[in-house]
């Protein structure tokens, strides 16, 4: 369990921080991260080169992604464990790198991931509680590089927007 981060992101007023030093986040989207522990490899192999170039923020997806069928949770909605560490190293080798974060929880659209779930009866109550577990789970670990969740990427079935604003 990670305790001392080493990167704080902030927002104050309509500025980003990070270490309390203004931060303008160009950032890439990498949802397929978690496929395999080959593409997590990758991806952290390639992480100093995206910054060489300027890239100091990115987005990995916790479920589905366009051309994979990553099933980040599973159907009482906790974290599957295939995924987890996998996420975990992306994030520290981020942070190692003072790179900042946006992780997506659900991507329903082109997925099919999202039929394993729906088929076990998913949803409202699993799609808040899978929001809840990853909200948790990024706090037992302390990550402060995570600059904001996106809860849902392109929704059909399932609305989570207004119960977790409550």
Known sequence: MRIHPSNKFSITGTKIYINNVEFKA???R????LVSDAKTDSLIMYLDTFKSYGINSFSVFWMGSRFGNI???LPDASLNPVYTPRMERIIE???ARGMIMMIGVLYWGGSTAKDALVAAGWGQTQAN???INVL???HQHNYQNVSWISIMNIWRRIM???TMSR
């Open 71 to 73: 099933n980040g949770f």
């Open 136 to 138: 948790n789970w990024l």
């Open 160 to 162: 989570l927007y207004a």
């Open 93 to 95: 080798a981020a942070d």
């Open 30 to 33: 990498f949802s397929n991260a």
């Open 129 to 131: 509680a899978a929001a």
């Open 26 to 28: 160009l950032g890439l």
